[in-house]
């Protein structure tokens, strides 16, 4: 069994800073590329930042300059340091991770952490 669980959401003013925590846990061989993903009330789910194993990031251009996405290795964890909050970035936050599982072989599968809320006033 795998889990990714989010922390760090909140309530926070405009041009406030949040950091938001995933930590993956579990019968765990690899993982691959970690990201972050947001739903907003009433939109589709969208990409936000992702990070490869190697450390190469791409952001969403909506954050771009805002946002930056890390991860460390040996904790099994991702982050996401969110400054400069705007009251568009509210949105459920949800983490997503690609990893091999002991004994499964070389197959990848793909998990998400159950979601944080973001709420940023104006």
């Known amino acids: 069994q795998v889990q990714l669980v989010e922390s760090g959401g909140g309530l926070v003013q405009a041009g406030g800073s949040l950091r938001l925590s995933c930590a993956a846990s579990?019968?765990?061989?690899?993982?691959?590329?970690m990201a972050w993903f947001r739903q907003a009330p009433g939109k589709q789910r969208g990409l936000v930042a992702r990070?490869?194993?190697?450390?190469?990031?791409n952001y969403a251009d909506s954050v771009k300059g805002r946002f930056t996405i890390s991860r460390d290795n040996a904790k099994n964890t991702v982050y996401l340091q969110m400054n400069s909050l705007k009251p568009e970035d509210t949105a459920v936050y949800y983490c997503?991770?690609?990893?091999?599982?002991?004994?499964?072989?070389?197959?990848?599968?793909?998990?998400w952490g159950q979601g944080t809320q973001v709420t940023v006033s104006s």
């Open positions: 579990g019968s765990i061989f690899s993982i691959g590329t």
């Open positions: 997503n991770g690609n990893l091999q599982r002991i004994g499964t072989g070389p197959s990848w599968s793909t998990y």
């Open positions: 990070i490869t194993s190697g450390g190469i990031t």
